[in-house]
């Protein structure tokens, strides 16, 4: 089933925290897993994609972290800043049907100073 | 380096009127486009991709149609809207080959139909 489930919904911080945000998913097909950010009134913006070669990818504060056999992925923000305060979606495709990316339904997180 | 235009940036329209929503990509080269919509507070849901002119494959049905009349274009329509068309509307954009899974989005038209 092309479906991928994003939890929390919402999650709030201080500032400093490791921000962990979690996705799963049930097709194996999938093996392209990207996360979006969304400030309002914005559109999304890629921040992240790793593929299933590996378990972790870092850029800065953001990681991902994989894990192939439960099919779950998640992001780590480190040192929460305010400025990072959007909502935060997870994506998924299958590489042999490029066209279908499959969201999740997102989480709002906010950083509080 | 590569620019999406997106028009109108919002509109605001009666149930039963028809609606064109255009995309425009500069600086790349026959790149797949995809419409997708999302309404307020939800997630983005793929509507239709198109990976050449002319060539457009729908993935949900919501009352809505799109062409690509151009390599650089993209318009989504509508004959006649409903309420449930609201939300915004995103165009997106992915090179083609080894890179083909990286999707950009547009800035967005917001939709209001009353």
């Given amino acids: 089933q092309q479906q991928v489930r994003q939890s929390p919904q919402s999650l709030t911080v201080w500032e400093g925290e490791t921000a962990i945000l979690n996705c799963s998913y049930e097709d194996s097909t999938f093996d392209y897993f990207p996360w979006y950010h969304q400030f309002p009134g914005e559109s999304p913006a890629l921040l992240i994609a790793i593929r299933p070669v590996s378990n972790k990818k870092e850029d800065g504060r953001f990681t991902i972290f994989f894990n192939k056999r439960e099919k779950k992925f998640s992001l780590h923000i480190a040192d929460s800043q305010p400025g990072d305060s959007a909502t935060y979606f997870c994506a998924a495709l299958a590489s042999s049907s490029f066209s279908k990316l499959v969201f999740g339904q997102g989480t709002s997180l906010s950083v509080v100073p | ?114």
Wanted: aromatic residues 12%.
């Fill in chain 2, 1 to 114: 380096a590569q620019t999406i235009h997106q028009w109108p940036v919002a509109e605001i329209k009666a149930v039963g009127s028809p609606l064109s929503l255009g995309c425009t990509i500069k600086g790349k080269s026959s790149p797949n486009l995809y419409w997708y919509w999302q309404a307020t507070g939800g997630t983005l849901q793929q509507l239709f991709y198109s990976i050449t002119v002319g060539q457009v494959e729908s993935v949900v049905q919501l009352n809505l149609s799109a062409s690509r009349p151009k390599d650089d274009q993209f318009i989504l329509s509508t004959e006649k809207l409903l309420l449930s068309h609201s939300g915004f509307y995103l165009c997106a954009w992915s090179a083609t080959g080894i890179n083909q899974d990286t999707q950009y989005f547009g800035p967005g038209t917001r939709l209001l139909v009353l």
